[in-house]
């Protein structure tokens, strides 16, 4: 069938998809702990596409787009390779957390551990395996996010960061037009680094590493942590057919966004100042004015605070907790600059 594609001790060949396990290290009671990744290895060559999700524990939205997009691909027609990885974080994953609950002294944000470590700890060993088993053997890569949970996102691309230090800007920014996806958060390098929802040092996230190493990747987030949003489920998996199409591994040209794309450089943070049952009145994806009502949130007797919006923009995403404490996040509402 000619040339295989190995990860760990499995090689796939030309026209076949396989689903496997790559033994990474072990549980506390001696149970492998392993990385499940689905290969389809197309009849033609070309270049290798890599899809991560769940790298947060609760973001199963991405978990199960990932799924749709492997199952539908016939590795017949496909150019090149596709991998998936559809629970990169699995213990964390196991404990339907963000982190892995059981990490030592505190859960990890497996985001901001990579190039990982080999002798570190459980979160470090599996970004450790997935950067070097798979990541810097791929072209291309889309990394699927959703809200914490508690909180919903609606579907959205970042750039991330604007600059074209590593000669990717141009496929990033193909990639993310191709998805069709409504809106794109083109951020600045400076606001990558410094924004509150970021992983830290940017050089140690999963895009900054792509970054360095010339590796095309693009961030995909829709959804509320902790669940399946199943609305969001087809735009997810037509938007990653479109970039697949747009990167020619599969035939076709992507299919045309319902309405028209639209990019933010920013977003603001609404916080709440009070604490209580929080109603929310904003729809996600809407239009929202400056002086809107968000949200209202209310103590056992009273109504204690109305939330308004402080800019126009469109509503990003939104807390789906009942409760609030003080200086949580209500909503994000993009700051759009083509209307």
């Known amino acids: 069938m000619g040339e295989t594609f190995k990860v760990g001790t499995t090689e796939v060949e030309r026209g076949k998809a396989v689903s496997l396990r790559m033994e990474c290290s072990e549980l506390a009671d001696g149970t492998p702990l392993t990385i499940p990744v689905v290969v389809v290895h197309g009849e033609q060559p070309g270049p290798v596409l890599l899809i991560q999700a769940a790298s947060h524990g609760d973001e199963v939205t991405g978990t199960f787009i990932a799924r749709e997009v492997t199952a539908s691909i016939d590795p017949r027609g496909l150019r090149g390779t596709l991998l998936t990885v559809p629970m990169a974080n699995v213990t964390a994953y196991l404990t339907r957390t963000r982190g892995f609950l059981h990490e030592e002294r505190s859960p990890i944000n497996m985001a901001g551990a990579f190039p990982g470590n080999r002798k570190g700890l459980l979160t470090e060993r599996l970004a450790h395996m997935i950067f070097n088993e798979l990541i810097i053997r791929s072209n291309y890569v889309i990394d699927l996010h959703t809200g914490l949970t508690g909180a919903i996102c609606f579907p959205f691309v970042y750039v991330v960061p604007t600059d074209n230090r590593y000669g990717t800007l141009e496929v990033r920014e193909g990639m993310a037009r191709a998805s069709g996806l409504p809106l794109v958060f083109r ?124 800019v126009d923009g469109v509503v990003l995403r939104l807390i789906t907790h009942g409760i609030i404490y003080p200086g949580a996040e209500v909503a994000w509402i993009a700051k759009v600059e083509n209307e």
């Open 187 to 310: 951020l600045s390098r400076e606001r990558a680094i410094t924004f509150r929802s970021g992983a830290g040092d940017y050089d140690r996230t999963f895009g900054g590493q792509c970054d360095k190493r010339g590796i095309a990747r693009l961030l995909i987030e829709m959804g509320e942590g902790g669940k399946i949003t199943k609305e969001f489920v087809p735009i997810g998996v037509k938007g990653i057919l479109n970039i697949l199409k747009y990167l020619r591994m599969i035939p076709g040209a992507p299919e045309p966004a319902a309405t028209k794309q639209l990019s933010f450089p920013d977003y603001q943070e609404v916080l709440a100042d009070r604490g209580g049952l929080v109603w929310v009145e904003a729809s996600l994806g809407s239009r929202i004015k400056k002086g809107d009502l968000i949200a209202k949130i209310y103590g056992p007797l009273s109504l204690l605070e109305e939330v308004i919006s402080p």
